[in-house]
């Protein structure tokens, strides 16, 4: 399964927390987002979900796989009353706070928040969804979901996905070793 991370926004550039909120990506953004595509190419995909995000759906179309099914299952975590916010100004007022332990707090109508146990579910139907599809696959979305999707891949809790730094417009492969879940690439620039 390959995963892909959109590109770069103006939140992302800045260190903003960016769940629900739909940004486009930057110029820099696009070009990551095309730089994908020789990656794509090389390729052929029975089945490729991308996240509802304009950032997602765009690196999707730059990248080459126009042929994809919106899954609402890949939006990225929602982070309440966090969103739009740096993890400096959150430790103005939460000294050392840190998402992958603290968590988030509720935030206004259109941003209530979620568990790290929340996105997992969603990780986890996505996995499912891989698991059944007949050949190879490829998820566009975001940072943090990935990240959870790669700990739940392996077995791990959702907390577990802190170990997996995840930079935007670039590419993961996840896979099985002697039918075992791995990591067959992290992170990989291209």
């Known amino acids: 399964m390959m995963l892909l ?13 960016t769940g629900r909120t739909d940004l486009p990506l930057t110029p820099h953004g696009e070009d990551q987002a095309r730089a994908l ?3 794509v ?3 052929s995909f029975d089945l490729v979900l991308v996240s509802p995000a ?3 759906r765009r690196t999707a179309d730059l990248a080459g796989l126009t042929d994809y099914e919106v899954d609402q299952d890949l939006w990225e975590w929602d982070y309440g009353g966090y969103e739009g ?3 400096p100004t959150i430790r103005e007022s939460r000294p050392g706070w840190y998402l992958w ?11 209530p928040g979620e568990s790290a146990e929340q996105v997992a579910a969603r990780a986890d139907r996505v996995i499912a969804r891989a698991k059944g599809a ?3 696959v490829a998820l566009v979305a975001h940072g943090h979901f990935l990240r959870v999707l790669t700990a739940r891949w392996l077995g791990l809790p959702p907390q577990n996905g802190r170990f ?10 996840l896979g099985f070793e002697h039918a075992e879940p791995v990591i067959l690439n992290w992170n990989a620039p291209v």
């Open 41 to 43: 190419k090389a390729r």
């Open 164 to 173: 997996f730094r995840l930079d935007t417009g670039t590419y993961s492969r």
């Open 134 to 136: 007949e050949g190879q």
């Open 5 to 17: 991370r959109h590109g770069e926004t103006e939140w992302s550039r800045a260190g903003r927390h």
């Open 85 to 87: 916010i740096t993890t």
């Open 54 to 56: 304009a950032r997602a």
């Open 101 to 111: 332990r603290d968590g988030v707090v509720p935030g206004d109508h259109d941003h």
């Open 37 to 39: 595509a020789p990656l």
